[in-house]
């Protein structure tokens, strides 16, 4: 399995708090991908990065923002939680060259918002 | 109209019996395609990419139509392991997002 690693597992909030979510490769990917799922919709792309301090908006970016500061580490913020965003995240990355669309996910992170 | 498509099942089936997905593309641009697999309350994880000429693993043969637009992903003699949800993969290039399609749920009944 690939080394990637989410933390908190679970999380349980209150409308209008700030939540940060954090992923941790050890496989030194250059690509790293927040997703969220919610049923109906299947998984949908809030961000991802390319590189180190290089970050682009997802399909569902408004009210996340990331943050990537070293290769390994990619970090989804929620700035002011809404009931809305209660769902599972999840975090991928990918590699280079031909096998750069192969995502490998993290086990995610529960995000409950009350 | 969704960028990919899929039947959300559920698809119920005996043991060793043949099961068969279909996933639709709109984009025809699209170049790489993939079946991933997630059980319930896990990631999704890789199964296998599709290649123009057809591939198979095992017991799972995909197929690719860029005519149709379309993606197969053909499971044979099934298991009670085979239970998973099977999310179809589409990206437009190498520098392109991947778009996941909704997933299939499939059930291997004993």
């Known amino acids: 399995d690939a080394g990637i690693t989410q933390s908190p597992r679970h999380k349980v909030t209150e409308t209008g708090t700030p939540v940060t979510l954090r992923c941790h490769q050890t496989?030194?990917?250059?690509?790293m991908y927040w997703y969220r799922q919610d049923p109906g919709h299947g998984l949908r792309l809030i961000h991802y990065?390319?590189?180190?301090?290089?970050?682009d908006k997802g399909e569902v970016s408004d009210g996340y923002s990331v943050s990537r500061s070293k290769t390994e580490d990619f970090l989804l913020t929620l700035e002011s939680a809404t009931s809305s965003q209660t769902s599972v995240y999840f975090c991928?990355?990918?590699?280079?060259?031909?096998?750069?669309?192969?995502?490998?996910f993290g086990p995610g992170t529960r995000l409950t918002v009350t | 109209r969704k960028e990919v498509e899929q039947d959300p099942g559920p698809f119920n089936v005996p043991e060793g019996a043949t099961v068969a997905f279909n996933c639709t593309y709109s984009?025809?641009?699209?170049?790489?395609f993939f079946w991933y697999r997630q059980d319930c309350r896990k990631e999704p994880k890789l199964l296998m990419s599709v290649y123009s000429s057809g591939n198979e693993d095992g017991r799972f043969t995909a197929q690719l139509n860029r005519a149709s637009q379309y993606i197969s992903l053909l499971i044979r003699d099934s298991k009670l392991s085979d239970s998973a949800t099977y999310l179809c993969v589409v990206t437009r290039n190498l520098y392109d997002k991947v778009i996941f399609g909704p997933g299939t749920s499939l059930s291997v009944i004993p």
């Open positions: 984009n025809s641009a699209s170049q790489s």
């Open positions: 496989e030194n990917h250059r690509y």
């Open positions: 991928a990355i990918s590699g280079l060259g031909h096998s750069s669309h192969e995502q490998y």
């Open positions: 990065s390319y590189g180190v301090k290089d970050t």
